[in-house]
């Protein structure tokens, strides 16, 4: 199996990354790398790790985290790897997990996402509502707020979207459903996979003894006015144009632009209702599902 990570100028925090890889008590057979262009010490970090089975690509520009796992993913599908765990570079997996991950006999696993301290932190949504107009957020359940600890958790709990932090795919996944999709950049990338690995029939489960531990604490307050908040409103109504299980939902992407443009005097500003309404724009761009082929 091999390891799919993918890193953008947050060098000290790939070290401990790479750290926790070396210190897996069953390790991958490779650990392929896609440094977005970094402009900080990455490459340096990367030249001086001896982490066996490490392979480096690096980018003549930032792909996104989209970008990144299209690249790395399908590197790994090429080599002929059989399973592909993907890592962000802010996680530090626990010397047994992937090993407690590996001893699972399904096509689609996840890891249990928890702080420095301790807490749980796993943010996979247990239901991810595409059929009711009236859910402003479709994730209306997730692991983190269902159980409130991991000790709390059943040995293994059906989940309905990944992160890309601990992601564990068998190869006849990929090939049936396809790649990351680049075209999401950042945000998304890995709700879009989640859901056409579930409308292929596959169920993805998240393992409580799987345990990884986040270095960042989570921040979703982005600002919607500045340019992550586009890529925040693109790519969550793409996910509703794509997959909208009818047509109300598939409407919903615009009655909100509607409502953020007529708040934008009281909240957000102009820089949110441009982005708003660029967003949905570019997002019916995106409105058909990626290619299934690797090649």
């Not at 925090?13 to 008590?25: E, H, N, R, S, T």
């Not at 690096?58 to 790395?72: C, K, Q, S, V, Y």
């Not at 396809?178 to 489960?205: C, E, Q």
Request: aromatic residues 8%; contains cysteine; proline residues 4%.
């Amino acid at each position: 199996m091999a390891v799919a990570v993918v890193t953008y100028n947050r060098a000290d925090l790939l070290v401990g990354m790479l750290a926790g890889l070396a210190a897996l008590k069953r390790a991958p057979e490779a650990v392929i790398v896609v440094d977005n262009a970094s402009t900080d010490h990455t490459a340096q970090v990367l030249a001086a790790s001896d982490l066996p089975g490490l392979q480096v690509i690096r980018t003549e520009e930032n792909l996104g985290g989209a970008g990144g796992f299209h690249l790395a993913v399908g590197t790994a599908y090429r080599q002929g790897f059989d399973r592909i765990w993907l890592m962000d570079d802010d996680v530090v997996p626990a010397p047994d997990c992937l090993g407690v991950l590996m001893a699972q006999d399904e096509a689609c696993l996840t890891s249990v996402r928890e702080d420095r301290h301790g807490r749980l932190v796993e943010k996979a949504a247990i239901r991810f509502d595409l059929a009711n107009p009236l859910a402003l957020k479709p994730k209306t359940a997730m692991v983190e707020t269902t159980f409130g600890t991991r000790e709390a958790m059943p040995a293994r709990v059906q989940v309905e979207n990944v992160a890309f932090e601990g992601f564990l795919v068998r190869r006849e996944v990929i090939a049936a459903v396809g790649l990351p999709d680049p075209s999401y950049f950042i945000f998304y990338d890995d709700v879009d996979l989640a859901i056409r690995a579930r409308r292929a029939g596959y169920r993805i489960w998240a393992v409580r003894d799987a345990v990884l531990v986040r270095q960042l604490d989570f921040d979703q307050q982005h600002d919607l006015a500045g340019w992550k908040g586009y890529y925040m409103y693109r790519n969550l109504f793409a996910v509703h144009l794509r997959y909208g299980e009818n047509v109300l939902v598939r409407l919903k992407p615009w009655l909100l632009t509607l409502a953020v443009v007529l708040a934008s005097p009281l909240r957000g500003g102009r820089g949110e209702a441009r982005n708003v309404t660029r967003a949905m724009r570019d997002a019916r761009r995106m409105r058909s599902l990626p290619s299934s082929s690797v090649d």
